[in-house]
């Protein structure tokens, strides 16, 4: 299945910004991946998560498949077995996305 404008506007429409995922290296990684910004308690859930004990790939991962709209969970997740290392890339991508890499300057007054 190929994503369509139609589809595109009709998430967008549905959920507000659509994200589409490259990645920069074809043959590490040559499916695209269409997801939505996480919303609030999704977000939630993944810190909460993400305070377990060895729980970052898990809540990482729960995230990405929360906002995944392209491909299917399956295909996912046989991109993650066969490079584990997709879970934190994309997960950094996302991270940008909620706004954690922001740097912010403190001043004191």
């Known amino acids: ?22 990645a920069d290296e074809e043959e590490v990684c040559d499916q695209d991946i269409y997801i939505r910004k996480p919303t609030r308690p999704m977000f939630d859930r993944f810190q909460s998560t993400l305070m377990k004990k060895d729980k970052t790939g898990e809540a990482t991962k729960q995230l990405l498949f929360d906002v995944l709209l392209f491909p299917e969970k399956e295909v996912l997740q046989q991109l993650f077995d066969e490079r584990p290392g997709l879970v934190t890339a994309i997960g950094n991508q996302l991270m940008e996305i909620v ?11």
């Not at 506007?9 to 910004?17: A, I, L, V």
């Not at 706004?99 to 007054?109: C, R, S, Y």
Request: hydrophobic letters at 40%.
């Open 1 to 22: 299945m190929q994503v369509t404008e139609k589809q595109i506007k009709d998430w967008k429409t549905q959920y507000g910004k659509v994200f589409l995922l490259t």
């Open 99 to 109: 706004g954690t890499t922001v740097n912010f300057t403190v001043k004191a007054l």
